[in-house]
T-cell receptor, first 114, second 112 residues
Framework: AQSVSQHNHHVILSEAASLELGCNYSYGGTVNLFWYVQYPGQHLQLLLKYFSGDPLVKGIKGFEAEFIKSKFSFNLRKPSVQWSDTAEYFCAVNGAGGGNKLTFGTGTQLKVEL | ETGVTQSPTHLIKTRGQQVTLRCSSQSGHNTVSWYQQALGQGPQFIFQYYREEENGRGNFPPRFSGLQFPNYSSELNVNALELDDSALYLC???????????FGQGTRLTVV
């Protein structure tokens, strides 16, 4: 069975600090990888995705993630966070061809202080 | 805005009751999945519907059931509600086999 681990449950940063959120997955096959963000009171939104090709993927709002196959990791990064990045971040995976059946991590609550 | 709408937004039910949650998928999407997000947890896959039939199920008991209609909208039904069913229920739509899912805002269910 596939699983996703997010190691940081709560992260507090000051504005302009750099961000890296860890994500490791367990799956015995080709995977699609995602980061979703949930702003307070809003629906889950896709931040970025990896299907194949360049392992460094860029998403919206200056976020990027790197797929390292040998480490089963897909860490999320942003060079300089803003107060508006305060949200909960979820890493998710599905098997290639697995359609809409996502396995999510437990999430990381990010708080950015002014 | 994703175009995926869910109703109601909030609901309070008593233990043992039954509940129906509704989801309208994004225009053109033919597959709907349902997820349960308990407090402090990530969403967990309940099941997926395609062509009005269940097409994959997570680790949820049979009292969780669903329907999909010809217009691709969907319902999630939960019978014999338990306190642990209190959660945010999310609906996601996509094209069949497509890896991109678009989520609705969710229904917050509280069981008392």
């Amino acid at each position: 069975a596939q699983s996703v681990s997010q190691h940081n449950h709560h992260v507090i940063l000051s504005e302009a600090a750099s961000l890296e959120l860890g994500c490791n997955y367990s799956y015995g096959g080709t995977v699609n990888l995602f980061w979703y963000v949930q702003y307070p009171g809003q629906h889950l939104q896709l931040l970025l995705k990896y299907f194949s090709g360049d392992p460094l993927v860029k998403g919206i709002k200056g976020f990027e993630a790197e797929f390292i196959k040998s480490k089963f990791s897909f860490n999320l990064r942003k060079p300089s966070v803003q107060w508006s990045d305060t949200a909960e971040y979820f890493c998710a995976v599905n098997g290639a061809g697995g359609g809409n059946k996502l396995t999510f991590g437990t999430g990381t609550q990010l708080k950015v202080e002014l | 805005e994703t175009g995926v709408t869910q109703s109601p937004t909030h609901l309070i039910k008593t233990r043992g009751q039954q509940v129906t949650l509704r989801c309208s998928s994004q225009s053109g999407h033919n597959t709907v999945s349902w997820y349960q997000q308990a407090l402090g947890q990530g969403p967990q896959f309940i099941f997926q519907y395609y062509r009005e039939e269940e097409n994959g199920r997570g680790n949820f008991p049979p009292r969780f059931s669903g329907l999909q209609f010809p217009n691709y909208s969907s319902e999630l039904n939960v019978n014999a509600l338990e306190l642990d069913d209190s959660a945010l229920y999310l609906c996601a739509s996509s094209f069949y086999g497509g890896a991109l899912a678009f989520f609705g805002q969710g229904t917050r269910l509280t069981v008392v």
